[in-house]
């Protein structure tokens, strides 16, 4: 039986209540267990502030708002990994504002997050930028494997459980996962079918 699971494409981010890298090789499971936060870690949530326009900053002064708080309120609302882009001409009040989460990476969820936002943009908009971006606490630069965090409670959960030969497989764009026992190609599938655009399925764990 295959498994699998996919991104949370948009978040539902309203504002109306206000006023990896890459593996040469797959891992052990015990080798990716060491190298992945808990599967349950607590977001690191970073936002650059300086893409918000004045009259955004204007009126949530008016209200009696923080920014930053209001910032670390849309990136608690998001699965790591997880990001929110807007377009500084057009700033935080749009009906379309969105976030994207359950990436397997913060580029994949920083690339994702931004081709929503300029698909839903005006065109006459300045292009947008990266607002918010959410991460698992613990994460860094360069770490052996980074997976979603559905993907990193499946690896510990289910796939550990499971007999070898095994395999767990994920989508680095798409967010994506899949796994299941074999040399890789059913995971591979498993992968792929969990959502439309898994085209780019990778083994990142085999035991």
């Known amino acids: 039986m295959k498994f699998y699971g996919k991104a949370v ?15 040469a090789e797959p891992l052990s499971f015990k080798d990716a267990r060491k190298a992945l936060p808990r599967a349950n870690a607590k977001p690191a949530i970073a936002f650059n502030e300086a893409v918000v326009p004045q009259a955004d900053r204007a009126r949530l002064e008016n209200a009696k708002q923080s920014l930053g708080d209001v910032l670390t309120t849309l990136g608690e609302a998001i699965p790591h990994y997880g990001a929110v882009a807007i377009s500084p001409s057009e700033g935080l009040f749009v009906e379309w504002l969105n976030g994207v989460g359950q990436y397997h990476s913060l580029p994949a969820a920083r690339a994702a997050a931004l ?10 908009s ?15 630069p360069g770490d ?21 030969p095994k395999a767990f497989a994920i989508s ?11 040399d890789g190609g059913r995971a591979l599938n498993a992968c792929a079918s969990a959502g439309p655009g898994a085209n780019d399925c990778i083994i990142v764990v085999a035991d």
């Open 172 to 182: 680095r764009s798409t967010g994506n996962f899949g796994f299941d026992r074999g």
């Open 144 to 164: 052996a494997i980074t997976i979603s965090g559905p993907a990193n409670a499946a690896l510990r959960g289910a796939y550990r459980k499971m007999k070898s």
């Open 9 to 23: 494409a948009s978040m539902g981010l309203s504002l109306a209540l206000l006023a990896g890298g890459a593996l």
């Open 126 to 140: 300045a292009p947008c930028q990266v607002l918010v971006e959410v991460a698992p606490k613990g994460a860094k």
């Open 115 to 124: 081709a929503y936002c300029n698909a839903n943009r005006n065109s006459a």
